[in-house]
């Protein structure tokens, strides 16, 4: 794994930090799992395949979701760091609420050149949200960005506005988590 020693430095922070864990009652899914209950999730608002043609997991973050033990909360919960699992949860339910939004802007907007596939892996505060762009398709592809009471898919020059990543990696070495 290419990034395996900058995602475990993220869990040992963690860990150092004696951040609370989500008790984990469940088996977490194997990637290539997460990979098909995301598009499963996909597939119930739009084709099988665009979401072929388009959802991949950018560099960093398959490590990321092979390596996070746990769900990772700290601040009285304020701050999160998902599981796989967490992951997919709050994208399950995510995708309900947006996912309407998503489709009409798209609808008015063909020219629209954003990410289609963001996935968030964590948040803080109850207005920001990091979400990570799954879109082979975007020149976003890999980035990540601070969301606030936002949803990148929805805009196209959301990345120029708010505070943003080029990689997953430079997320995770940048970020002040403390």
């Known amino acids: 794994m290419q990034y395996e020693n900058e995602i475990k430095k993220l869990i040992a922070w963690f860990e150092e930090k004696q951040y609370k864990q989500r008790q984990v009652d469940y088996k977490q899914p194997t990637v290539n799992e997460f990979v098909r209950q995301i598009k499963n999730e996909y597939a119930k608002y739009m084709s099988a395949d665009l979401i072929d043609d388009r959802f991949a997991l950018p560099p960093g973050f398959t490590e990321y979701l092979e390596l996070m033990p746990a769900t990772y909360s700290y601040n009285n919960g304020w701050i999160k760091f998902f599981d796989a699992q967490g992951v997919f949860e ?8 947006w996912v309407e939004d998503v489709m009409g802007f798209l609808e ?45 898919a929805c805009h196209e020059n959301f990345i120029d506005s708010d505070i943003s990543w080029e990689s997953f990696i430079e997320f995770i070495e940048t970020r002040d988590f403390g």
């Open 90 to 97: 709050y994208n399950e339910y995510e995708f309900s609420n």
């Open 108 to 152: 008015e907007n063909k020219a629209f050149t954003g990410g289609l596939f963001w996935l968030v892996f964590g948040n803080w505060s109850d207005k920001h949200a990091y979400f990570i762009c799954c879109d082979k398709g975007s020149p976003d592809f890999g980035k990540v960005v601070d969301g606030h009471d936002n949803n990148p």
